[in-house]
């Protein structure tokens, strides 16, 4: 995703991991920027745990006025997008963009297509 935005001309783009990275800058990050693309996995029906971390202390921190993307991966019933969006709907004036791209395991060609499409709805 970082490299297609980049493509399509994205001034600074921000790659977090939060398995790996600074919690905090993250959470810096997030208010930094006006436009975020969130990313997760499924874990037990939920969002990976980190994610749901971030998203719950942006939210306490009135986290709002942003235009988010939503990225989510899943073998077999993919579900954190639906998770990730009920807390980002509790926040205000937090606009989700479309398409909302799901990676069934590893990601296809068609995948590529929407994360494109889903960099041009960011980027406007």
Known sequence: MKEILEEKGANKVVLADLSREDFAESVEDSFRYGKVIFASSTYNMEMFTPMRNLLMDLNEKNYQNRKVGIIENGTW???????????????????????????????????IEKLSELAEAILK
């Open 77 to 111: 019933a993919p579900n954190s997008a639906k998770c990730m969006k009920e807390i980002l709907s509790t926040m205000k004036n937090i606009e989700i963009v479309e398409p909302t791209v799901t990676i069934r395991s590893t990601l296809k060609s068609t995948d």
